[in-house]
């Protein structure tokens, strides 16, 4: 399993953003279908909302990568 930690300095980022900022996905367009689909797990929980926010301390998984948001 690959871990990436993304950090940020607001009080949250989309799911969406999020995994395209950790190089899950070339596009939003892409992260969306596989979130809509159910491909996605945050926290553990198929989530289908791809403006999900989430917040530092939250994980989001797609296939064998973790990607955890953390604050500066």
Do not use: W
């Not at 279908?33 to 797609?62: H, W, Y």
């Amino acid at each position: 399993m690959n871990k990436h930690t993304i950090t940020i300095d607001t009080e949250f980022i989309r799911l969406d953003a999020l995994l395209k900022l950790g190089g899950a996905f070339e596009t939003g367009g892409q992260a969306k279908v596989a979130i809509q689909s159910g491909q996605v797990l945050v926290n553990d929980e198929v989530c289908t909302q791809r403006g999900k926010k989430m917040r530092p301390g939250d994980t989001a998984r797609f296939g064998d990568a973790v990607y955890e948001v953390e604050n500066v």
